[in-house]
Nanobody
């Protein structure tokens, strides 16, 4: 099992940047694909971006492509989400998740395939 704790969310103006962090504990982090999802009020949880456990593959939702970058540091057991050019529609609770049963170069967009979840960090973008 992987325990996950997100941080870095806050109120920011449109056009600004934030970096979210997800600190993981557990022996399987380095072989888990990691992903960020988000959930806005009244909406379903949505895929944002993911990274394979090798780090060699990343995948992004069309709505964030070119603005958000996911990365990981296996030595620090941490995955990051760099968010630039933020928009009000990026406002949501952001969750990180771990998929412990994934090949080294793939990442899933399906929330149901993720085994472990954090509690979330709130990002609010004002216009």
């Amino acid at each position: 099992q992987v325990q996950l704790v997100e941080s870095g969310g806050r109120l920011v103006q449109a056009g600004g940047s934030l970096r979210l962090s997800c600190a993981a504990s557990g022996r399987t982090f380095s072989t888990s694909a990691m992903c960020w999802f988000r959930q806005a009020p009244g909406k379903e949880r949505a895929f944002v971006g993911g990274i394979s456990w090798s780090g060699g593959t990343t995948n992004y939702a069309d709505s964030v492509k070119g603005r958000f970058t996911i990365s990981r540091d296996n030595a620090k057991n941490t995955v990051y989400l760099q968010m630039n050019s933020l928009k009000p529609e990026d406002t949501a609770l952001y969750y990180c998740a771990a998929d412990r049963d994934r090949s080294p170069y793939t990442v899933s967009r399906n929330a149901g395939e993720y085994d472990d979840w954090g509690q979330g960090t709130q990002v609010t973008v004002s216009s």
